[in-house]
Structures are given as C-alpha cells and as structure tokens.
C-alpha cells in the first residue's frame, strides 16, 4: 500500500504543480482539465481551464491534486506535506522556493529533534513541513 496525497485547490492547481514539479524534481503525467470532462456542462465556462485531476510522479512517490469548484473548496487545514530530506542543503534548497510568497509558522532551523526543521502555508494554502532528522 501506498498513502499518496492528494491536494485540493482553489483555482490554482496548475499553478501549484508547476512549482512543485520544478522545485521537487516531479514528472507531472498531465493536466486533465474539468472542460475535457464529462462534468463540463456542471461548472460552466470560466471552470473549463481548472484542473479536474492531476498527478505527479516524485521517486517512487505520487502527489495529486485538483481544484475543487467554489461550492466544495474549504480551506486547507489539519495535515501537512512533509518533505523528509537527507540533509541540510536539500532542505534549503526547497525552503525558499515553496515557502515564497507563503505563511511561516517555524522559519528553516535546528530542533532538538532535527538538523532542520521548518512549518508554513505556501501561497497557494498548502501546508509543508521540512525535516531533516537528528540521530535519536
């Protein structure tokens, strides 16, 4: 079994992923969009363009993603993506450009129980955590 998340949107899912494919080395399979859908008619013309579903391909891990239409979207809240990186510069590497434009909640530092830690929203609502794990 694998636990794969899967993310909800606003309106900015194409945008999110695009960021996230550059800055993780992701491989997105691509955009299915709600207007190439059979739900198209459902969330009339300005939604066409949004993605329905996508999925992008990290190692051996997947990350999806959608936006949801305005009568489902609620704030993301209660989970967070957590990148367990090896060491510091790959946790700094991706520290500043996902964290750009976002909410911190714990700026990149050393923890009692990490080389590097860090908690924020990005800009596009999606809550991150980075580790870098201290021997226990």
């Known amino acids: ?19 996230y494919e550059k800055v993780l080395g992701g491989n997105i399979a691509g955009f299915f969009k709600f207007g190439q859908s ?24 997947t990350l999806m993603g959608t936006d949801a239409p305005p009568q489902y979207y609620r704030t993301p809240q209660g989970y967070a993506v957590c990148l367990d990186c090896a060491d510091i510069a ?12 976002g909410q911190i909640g714990m700026p990149l530092q050393e923890t009692f ?8 929203v990005d800009r596009f609502g999606i809550s991150w955590m980075i580790n870098v794990s201290k021997p226990m």
């Open 90 to 101: 790959e946790a700094e590497r991706l520290y500043a450009p996902l964290s750009e434009g």
């Open 113 to 120: 129980w990490a080389k590097r830690y860090a908690q924020f």
């Open 38 to 61: 059979p739900m198209a008619a459902q969330v009339g013309p300005d939604w066409a363009d949004k993605i329905m579903h996508v999925s992008m391909i990290v190692g051996d891990q």
């Open 1 to 19: 079994m694998k636990i794969q998340p899967y993310l909800h949107f606003n309106g900015t899912c194409e945008e999110a992923f695009k960021l």
